[in-house]
């Protein structure tokens, strides 16, 4: 599954600045973050253009802001919504926030050196100023949890 999320040698995350961006979407994006306070509409539409969509992931302060139905309805459609931000990307050089592939080697490399879970999230979240949701979602889509 993560290999059909990675395109050209990286795992990559669609950054959306604005609400305008949203209907102007590749329908096959799988990971998003929305850098801006969605409403509930914004959300749906989101989810509307983009089908495939897996995880959603939010700055802390917007996330905290999103209703329980709109946590729901994502949870009965089996998207992740995360809490993080997409420290260092700046939209006027890339659309997408890469997380390089050899991260996830590491994080493969520590499953098979018996490290736990919540090490590895704790480890990485600090190496790559990811948040440890993110590396879960690694993980998962993996299968190395």
Same mark, same amino acid.
């Given at each position: 599954? &993560?290999?059909?999320?990675? !395109? #050209?040698?990286? &795992?990559?995350?669609? =950054?959306? %600045?604005?609400?305008?961006?949203? $209907?102007?979407? %590749?329908? *096959?994006?799988?990971? =998003?973050?929305? @850098? $801006?306070?969605?409403?509930?509409? /914004?959300? $749906? ?9 897996? @995880?959603? !992931?939010?700055? !802390?302060?917007?996330?905290?802001? =999103?209703?329980?139905? =709109?946590?729901?309805? &994502?949870?009965? !459609? ?5 809490? #993080? %931000? ?11 926030? *890469? ?14 050196? #018996?490290?736990?879970?919540? /090490?590895?999230? #704790?480890? $990485? ?17 993996? @299968?190395? @949890?």
């Amino acid at each position: 599954m &993560l290999k059909q999320i990675i !395109q #050209g040698g990286k &795992l990559r995350i669609r =950054v959306i %600045n604005s609400k305008d961006e949203i $209907f102007t979407l %590749n329908p *096959n994006e799988r990971i =998003v973050h929305i @850098a $801006f306070r969605p409403s509930s509409k /914004d959300i $749906f539409g989101l989810i509307e253009t983009c089908p495939k969509v897996e @995880a959603i !992931q939010l700055p !802390q302060s917007y996330r905290r802001k =999103v209703s329980k139905s =709109v946590e729901m309805f &994502l949870e009965m !459609q089996r998207i992740q919504l995360m809490e #993080g %931000n997409v420290w260092g990307h700046r939209k006027y050089l890339s659309e997408y926030y *890469n997380i390089p592939t050899s991260l996830i080697e590491k994080i493969k490399i520590m499953k098979l050196k #018996g490290k736990s879970t919540k /090490d590895i999230e #704790g480890e $990485f979240s600090r190496e790559s100023k990811l948040d440890h949701k993110i590396i879960s979602y690694i993980m998962i889509k993996e @299968a190395l @949890a």
